[in-house]
């Protein structure tokens, strides 16, 4: 079935790395102009800023904090790194808390010098050392698996079973999972693992862009929605009819488009948001 | 448990495309004299040969054929597509009865246009019908599951699960899987899957290099083995606790590499092969 089309922006949320060229300031003002109603705040775009002030002004402006993005990144050989990842988790819900954003996304980590069951031993392992002050600060926290080309360094989580075998581990309503598209439309379980992730109420999140065909990057060449293969209003289908009816975040990593007139960007997203999402 | 030291080269293939800027008049004589016992040739290193007496030469140098590389790319939209690919497919059979292979690796691709399902579907039914012909010849067949950042174009099929899943369900002695630690190392389910193969006598062959990180090009960015972040040794362990001891065959695609000399490269392979695998 397909899912309901997106008659307006009320759900639309941009990523600030989404639109890179512009600082949190102009991405508040660019966004509010263009009727986007939420934001997912990348971490470096609050350096040097009044965190506090900073979420103030996007509420002023008629947007929505959808999240902070991103911790994780637990995973090390050595412990000493491993508690610095812990202290950075840390400060990261410190901010969300001090920008009052209710969700931080995980790109968990992975560590090419040691094995991939390790790597995941020490994500579940962070994840619970930060439990205790998520709580405290009314954060909640999403594991996002990324692709398995992204399994040497950045997520040794790289299918939704993982990350749901990880929150049936942890076992707390602060964590949950991170849905994007990019990451997981090649995997023949995702649907089944969607519906498990719905079940426990455990879709935090919704990340949508496209997979170009052929990509010529594997960080920076996502594309917008309908413009590769992935089938988005299926897997959009999918959350919604498990119980997600949150924001949709557009989370594009593009030389190409980084490299267009931001403005002009914004519209094209906006148009395949409603179009082809 | 580490698998046994590789004391020797009798165990050693060399994909055709590994050394790419070598004919195969050159990696007849080169892997000869190298001690390199085994080879896959890939269909190009064929056009406009004799390839009986490609075969027979490479016989008389003492290397044995291990593999054609590849058949496949089963999935197209139109049926008349999916017919060509399939009379492809047949003739690839001729090129290995002819050459006198035993195996053909099948890479069995994907259609951007339309949804991975199908494209399975019709890469399992692709594979039926030449089964027939394979087995007139004496030709098996491996279903290589390929890297999910491949799922676009060129494989629909992307962990080891789905590879024993179709042969499961083709159930016929001369479909295989093909084991390839770059397309599967990251796979939590690659120990269970691996035994699944092996249980059913499905694994015909093993191929190695390394993902180095980071990875500078979805396509040719292969390492030698001991480069990168993949447990080779484990691997083959794996492999060889379920009954595989066949070639162990080195299938690096990299700019780098082809760019330097290839007898240095060919040494290289050989001190990775004895230290690092």
Chains 1, 2 share one sequence.
């Not at 790194?81 to 209710?102: C, G, T, V």
């Not at 999918?238 to 949709?248: L, S, T």
């Amino acid at each position: 079935m397909p899912p309901q089309p997106l008659t307006d922006f009320s759900r639309l949320c941009v990523h600030t790395i989404t639109t890179k060229p512009w600082s949190i300031e102009e991405a508040t003002d660019r966004y509010a102009a263009a009727g986007v109603k939420g934001i997912t705040v990348w971490r470096q775009w609050l350096d040097g800023r009044d965190i506090a002030k900073a979420g103030e002004s996007l509420r002023a402006a008629g947007i929505e904090i959808v999240s902070l993005c991103r911790g994780g990144f637990f995973p090390a050989t050595d412990a000493a790194a491993r508690q610095r990842a812990i202290d950075d988790n840390l400060k990261a819900i410190d901010e969300a808390e001090a920008l009052d954003a209710p969700l931080i996304v995980l790109v968990c980590g992975a560590d090419p010098g040691q094995p991939l069951a390790e790597s995941r031993q020490q994500i579940v392992d962070g994840i619970g050392a930060v439990l205790d002050r998520a709580g405290q600060a009314g954060v909640k926290l999403a594991i996002e698996p990324l692709h398995p080309m992204y399994a040497d360094t950045r997520s040794a989580v790289n299918t939704l079973r993982q990350a749901n075998e990880m929150c049936e581990q942890l076992d707390s309503p602060l964590v949950g999972v991170a849905v994007d598209v990019y990451h997981l439309w090649w995997d023949p379980d995702l649907q089944s693992e969607i519906q498990r992730s719905g079940r426990a109420d455990r879709i935090f999140a919704f990340h949508v862009c496209d997979w170009r065909s052929p990509t010529e990057d594997l960080l920076n060449d996502r594309g917008l929605m309908g413009e590769g293969c992935i089938n988005v209003p299926q897997i959009r289908g999918w959350v919604e009819e498990n119980g997600f009816n949150g924001f949709i975040e557009v989370e594009i990593f593009s030389n190409r488009y980084w490299a267009m007139d931001q403005g002009e960007f914004l519209e094209k997203i906006k148009r395949a948001y409603s179009e082809k999402t």
